[in-house]
């Protein structure tokens, strides 16, 4: 398996930069005020030029460099992608658990790189390094997958039984997916990374051992087939010759080359094959005498890509982190805001919860019409159609019920970690008030701390906005894990069952019976609703995302220059709720979007209804023909069900994440807080304890009376 190095970058000077540009800027005399340099931090940011230097990592000798911070972001994520693939590239295959373990690797390394190009490449400057353009990551992008492919082969050959249909098609997209990477870069860019490696002769290697194997499997297929209709055997010598001329080719290549190869030795594999093309071809002469068909004549072998690049994982910091928005605006705003974002989780939360719901109405509308089963059952008479079964397969993959059952298990134990830590942050804010109390009632107007009401009122908003998002969280847990159990037991039925034991528990029937036609179209308007409904999620984050903090933010400030000017006050429910208004016509295109996607889904849900009648008019249906749609329906809505919830549970453990990130932040305010007041009764007690020409005794001894007569006061 191969593997990406590292970027190596330069030591980045931001002291000197920085000092040169006040320098010249300001002069040696005194800054401007500090209003101006905020007004100015803008431009300031893009006027200080900041070199980030990276070499390139297949020869280690050209360095870029260049003044953008989106460079220096791709660099980094270009690591995070090298160390993903040095992840994958080590560990051994030999279990389905490392398999799986090495498929998730190279499926995040492709990910990321993928991140890299679609998103990041655009806003870099000049020439690139090979590493970092846009044909040497699809290079590495079409590598990873098909290793990822590898993966997803050698489970289905060696772990899962698979059939040779199924196993030849995943062979070949892997095949297919090396090619493209061998198609990637020019003749120059290959010529430039293959100092490093023979990249181009490894590809064509791999590719062509993958189609011997494919084409080795298929022929299996055709000879079965053969053994049912007596025809095919020609055919299967055929393939058989592709497979042996494959595998000729791969080890002719490297032979050829003189750098030394990371594959897996050739000699067995081609073994393998010349046995089984002797044998067909020796049977075929002698006993079949069917005429052999040139390789332009076979068929086409389908492919069956199942590596996908996985989604980036969450950047943000692991440790809380200063919130700049908080120093930048009044807290009268931050307070503001806090009440704007409470309102608008409960909001999103609500829209997702019917976002769900309208889903399970229109897929329950579905499966009470029998759709798609009837389609299926009109269309084949035994076994578990393809399209069905890939759904199964993907239900396996993913982990079935038990992958349900746990990702439904950790929501829960981070909702209540996450209650509980709210808790102990309302625990200190309690304490910090008490103490507050005290020190005033002790110290008078020498105590000279913020009133809490001023610090506490911000945290509180805080506090309580979260409170009210994860209880929205929790409930849905509630309502998802009833779900989960109400589907459990199928859904470890689809996902411990082979093929072959699926087709045995659904009853054969008769095919025909007219309805061809509305068939087609019924499966038509299907495909367009599951379109649909994928896409809505994202259609939901969208409206959610345009309401964020900083377009609060943004419109409560506008509320108080419209209506209060410069002077900072705090705003009414009459501002709070302008500012609401500000911030809803954000949202107004995004409402108009997903209603559009709720009104289409009524209408298609009208168009399947009339198209079901028509086909059901047609037809003709049997007890055997309505028992098996009845058992594929079941196959159906079990897979439907379980890919939704999956995806939804996910979806909900990304909630909770960003929950906890609010939660630590807004701990390490509340206990920042607490230092600072700590400090500032220190500082009364020596204060109060030195006056009048006594002091305390050094560091660690007694105080004494002044002249004065001041009072010492004990801490407390």
Partial sequence: MLQIPFKRGQRVDIARPCQAYLRSVYGKSEAKSHGEA???????????????????????????????????????????????????????????????????????AAGILTHIRDEVVGKLLGVMPIDLSAEGLNFFIHIFLAQAQVCFFEMADQHLDYPPDRVAKIALAAADEYRAANKSLTPDSMKAIERA??????????????????????????????????????????????????????????????AAIAVRPLAALLQQVKDAYDAA?????????????????????????????????????????????????????????????????????????????????????????????????GESATGIPDALWAKCDRVRINGGADELTKLRDANAAAGAAISRGLDDVESKLRGDYQEHEANRAR????????????????????????????????SRDTELAKRVSAVLDSVASVSSSSREELAAAVPHASTGGGGAAERTELRAALVAMHKL???????????????????????????????????????????????AAIAAKDREPHKEVLAASFAEQSSLLERITALNTRYNEVRSEDPASAARQAALQKLHDAADTSE????????QAELYADVQREVSRLDAQVSDSRYVRDIERRDLLVRLGGGGGGGNGGNGGGAASGAGGATVVAPP
Avoid at 553 to 561: D, F, G, L
């Fill in 38 to 108: 905020l007004a100015a931090l803008e431009q300031m940011r893009n006027d200080i030029k900041i070199r980030f230097g990276w070499d390139d990592s297949f020869t280690g000798k050209q360095l870029v460099g260049q003044c953008n911070w989106d460079f220096e972001y791709a660099a980094l994520l270009y690591n995070l992608a090298a160390l993903e693939s040095q992840r994958g590239a080590g560990l051994a295959r030999d279990s389905k658990a490392s398999i799986i373990e090495v498929a998730k690797h190279f499926q995040l």
């Fill in 197 to 258: 490696y023979p990249y181009s002769k490894h590809l064509a290697i791999q590719s062509a051992s993958l189609d011997s194997v494919a084409y080795l499997h298929h022929a299996k297929v055709v000879f079965a087939r053969a053994e049912e209709t007596t025809v095919g055997y020609g055919e299967q010598v055929g393939f058989l010759q592709l497979a042996l001329r494959a595998a000729e080719t791969a080890k002719a290549t490297l032979a050829a080359s003189k």
């Fill in 281 to 377: 071809a020796t049977d075929n002469r002698n006993v079949y005498r069917q005429g052999v068909p040139t390789p332009s004549e076979l068929p086409p072998v389908p492919a069956t890509l199942l590596a996908k690049p996985a989604a980036l994982p969450p950047l943000a910091p692991a440790t809380p982190t200063a919130d700049l928005f908080a120093t930048l605006v009044p807290a009268s705003v931050s307070k503001a805001v806090e009440s704007l974002l409470s309102r608008h989780a409960e909001f999103c939360a609500k829209l997702r919860a019917d976002a769900d719901r309208s889903a399970e109405t229109a897929k329950a509308t579905l499966s009470s019409m029998g759709l798609p089963g009837s389609l299926d059952a």
């Fill in 443 to 474: 110290f008078g107007s020498a105590w000279t701390a913020a009133d809490h009401r001023e610090y506490m009122g911000e945290h509180i908003g805080k506090l309580m906005s979260l409170r009210s998002a994860v209880a929205s969280f929790r």
């Fill in 533 to 579: 409904l994928e896409a809505r999620p994202a259609l939901v984050d969208n409206l959610c995302k345009a309401s964020d903090k900083s377009s609060l933010s943004r419109a409560c400030m506008s509320v108080v220059a419209d209506r209060h000017g410069p002077s900072t006050v705090e705003l009414s429910d009459d501002d709070i709720a302008a500012a």
């Fill in 644 to 651: 939704r919830l999956r995806s939804t549970l996910r979806e």
